[in-house]
């Protein structure tokens, strides 16, 4: 028989830390998603690019017409031009962890491909959403990339794995029936294994308080290699995530490497509570596990607050001691529901 699938082909979802040959972004292009802070988010944007332009290439999504702007912002941030590479993909919103393409290397030759997962605006919440379901395929073509297509909805925020083919998830999104009604436990597992080569998929249940997307793994849960998972921290039993990251944690003590040992779980403690009075979002999903890897590099999410910030940077630059770790200010990005690893995805290095 003929290999149709992605991992019958040969393809699996490597880590993010294996090595990458750009980060995507996908731009903010329409105002309107940003009430009152188009300028604001703009710059932070340009910021955060400059600060992956230090390390890798950046490749932006962005409507042609958008593209002599970008350029002014990115070089009024110094940003290192010889590392950014602009493409006419429209987009809608700038989520590019959820909507863009989740990449697949070939185990044998390293060459790529694109998966094209369905993208229904987290469970039709946030419209419109349809050229954003089109960035996949966009990237596969412009790339010149074999392209996998999937009729299963999944936003990459929403998977996290490591490089043995282990993947971790929550119940809250997957068993959603706003993402795929139809479908049970036992057929989405199937379709992760088939479409993203890997070989276990481990459950957690909620997602912090706040989260628009019902519970997305990279505000909760994260590989820093194979062996060591972190895990958002609240250790006051008064706060409503306080349980749900307990019952996440006994959860997390009962995985086990291909070899049978136990994770090494570290406690990573979310910020205190982020509010902005009469918004719609009564606390914001903010998390210092929402970071970014690069090559050399990880981007860490902040949020104003000095204690809790330099502990989340000092935790996890003891977690990845030969890379460079970068705090970049989220407040302003997570009012609208996430920070750095939502905002980007990342193109494993080829070969």
């Known amino acids: 028989m003929t290999p149709t699938s992605p991992k019958e082909q040969g393809f699996r979802m490597p880590a993010e830390w294996e090595p990458q040959e750009a980060i995507w972004l996908s731009w903010p ?103 954003d379901n089109t960035i996949p395929s966009r990237i596969a073509e412009t790339l010149e990339l074999p392209l996998f297509q999937s009729d299963m909805v999944l936003e990459g925020g929403s998977i996290e794995v490591n490089s043995r083919g282990q993947l971790l998830t929550t119940e809250a999104v997957l068993l959603n029936p706003n993402r795929n009604p139809d479908l049970g436990r036992y057929e989405i597992e199937a379709r992760l294994k088939e479409t993203l080569g890997i070989t276990e998929v481990n459950w957690l249940g909620q997602g912090i308080e706040g989260d628009d997307t019902d519970g997305h793994i990279d505000d909760i849960a994260r590989f820093v290699d194979d062996t060591t998972i972190v895990l958002s921290w609240e250790r006051d039993n008064k706060n409503s995530n306080h349980r749900m990251l307990h019952e996440n944690r006994e959860r997390l003590q009962d995985m086990r490497t291909p070899e049978g040992s136990k994770f090494e779980i570290i406690e990573i403690p979310l910020p205190q509570a982020c509010e902005v009075p009469g918004w719609r979002l009564p606390v914001l999903p903010a998390s210092y596990v929402n970071f970014l890897i690069l090559n050399t590099a990880v981007l860490v999410p902040t949020f104003d607050q000095k204690r809790g910030d330099t502990q989340g940077c000092g935790i996890l630059g003891e977690l990845f001691p030969g890379r460079k770790i970068i705090p970049i200010s989220c407040l302003d990005i997570v009012e609208e529901g996430g920070a750095l690893h939502c905002i980007s995805q990342q193109q494993p290095a080829s070969g």
């Open 29 to 131: 292009s329409h105002p309107e998603s940003w009430p009152s802070k188009g300028a604001v988010i703009e710059r932070q944007f340009a910021n955060t690019a400059t600060a992956i332009t230090r390390h890798e290439t950046v490749r932006i999504n962005a409507a042609a017409q958008a593209h002599d702007r970008i350029k002014q912002a990115l070089n009024d941030a110094n940003a290192d031009m010889d590392r950014v590479q602009l493409y006419a993909h429209p987009n809608d919103d700038v989520w590019c962890r959820d909507h863009g393409p989740i990449f697949v290397k070939h185990r044998e030759n390293g060459s790529l491909a694109v998966t094209d997962w369905g993208f229904n605006g987290w469970g039709d919440k946030f419209e419109p959403y349809d050229l």
